[in-house]
């Protein structure tokens, strides 16, 4: 094997530092990715959290509202038994 010149030394220095340099781009790129699939996950899990909240929110609302209208049918339905019967204060 013929001795290195050093010209062959310096252009596999460069073609080190050239790997080296294209090694941690990709490690920040990886890192990156990873970060960004984390906050989509973290995002997504939120939503649907606020999603859940609100919909157990409604569910609440709805069944108060339930009670009120059969609260107000059987108030309804005494005043008329009530007037049918003449029980009613006049």
Do not use: H, Y
């Not at 790997?19 to 995002?43: I, L, M, P, V």
């Not at 038994?81 to 003449?86: H, I, P, S, Y």
């Amino acid at each position: 094997m013929a001795t290195q010149t050093k010209a062959d030394r310096q252009a596999a220095a460069r073609k080190a530092a050239a790997t080296r340099e294209r090694n941690q781009s990709r490690a920040t790129s990886t890192d990156a990715g990873r970060k960004a699939a984390a906050t989509r996950a973290k995002n997504d899990a939120t939503r649907r959290a606020q999603d859940a909240q609100k919909a157990a929110s409604d569910a609440v609302s709805q069944l108060g509202r339930a009670a009120k209208s059969a609260g107000g049918a059987v108030a309804s339905i005494g005043k008329s038994v009530a007037e049918r019967t003449g029980v009613s204060k006049r």
